[in-house]
């Protein structure tokens, strides 16, 4: 089952994750990414999708965030299984349930592999996403990993979404870019947004950073 992309403005340009893909979600220290992929999960939850969450922090912390960002929503009972971990040794321990993996801090967790382990590890997820439908959403922070390493995950995901951050005359400018995406297309502009904790503001209109 295909996961729709639940923020206005941007799901024009990505409506949805299609089953059985790995996305990469990327940036620097920014709360908006974490956001994006809580976002994603309670969209496969009301897509009526199991979700796994595999997460570095406090598993109380992320399901109190969980219940606040999903409002009213109705979801299924026993939709999400959380599991903390401080490390990740072999992916393929998630990806069995079908539905949507979503891995938070993904780049502190494979802080000890190797590049060779990383791609090994990633390919035999990418493989079982396949078999099992399963949509793999990894959050990374940018420059946690080793140069090669991370050369190796933006190489093996189908799909790549960068948050950055850049500081303007006005302040803080914050766009999003595509390098490419699960149907084999880029998309070669910025997407501008706005983040204040509770929501991503897309703002489509062309500027020049």
């Not at 620097?28 to 595999?54: E, H, I, N, Q, W």
């Not at 072999?90 to 938070?104: K, R, T, W, Y």
């Not at 502190?108 to 793999?136: E, N």
């Amino acid at each position: 089952m295909n996961v729709p992309i639940e923020v206005p403005g941007l799901d024009t340009i990505i409506p949805e994750l299609a089953e059985g893909r790995l996305l990469l979600v990327e940036s620097g220290a920014d709360a908006a990414k974490s956001f994006f992929v809580r976002r994603l999960s309670l969209s496969a939850g009301r897509s009526g999708s199991p979700v796994t969450f595999v997460t570095s922090r406090d598993r109380d912390e992320l399901q109190s965030l969980l219940a606040v960002e999903r409002g009213g929503a109705e979801l299924p009972e026993r939709w999400i299984r959380i599991h903390e971990r401080e490390a990740i040794d072999d992916l393929e321990e998630f990806g069995g349930n079908g539905g949507l993996l979503a891995i938070d801090s993904f780049s502190f967790l494979a802080l000890d592999l190797t590049p060779d382990q990383l791609a090994h590890s990633l390919r035999s997820l990418r493989a079982l996403g396949r078999k099992k439908g399963t949509i793999s959403v990894l959050a990374t922070d940018k420059d946690m990993l080793e140069p090669r390493a991370e050369a190796v995950a933006a190489h093996l995901a189908d799909g790549l979404l960068q948050f950055h951050v850049r500081e303007g005359p006005e302040g803080a400018v914050r766009y999003l870019r595509i390098p490419k995406w699960t149907d084999g297309r880029f998309v070669d502009r910025n997407i501008y947004y706005e983040f204040d904790g509770k929501r991503i503001a897309i703002d489509l209109r062309n500027r020049v950073l």
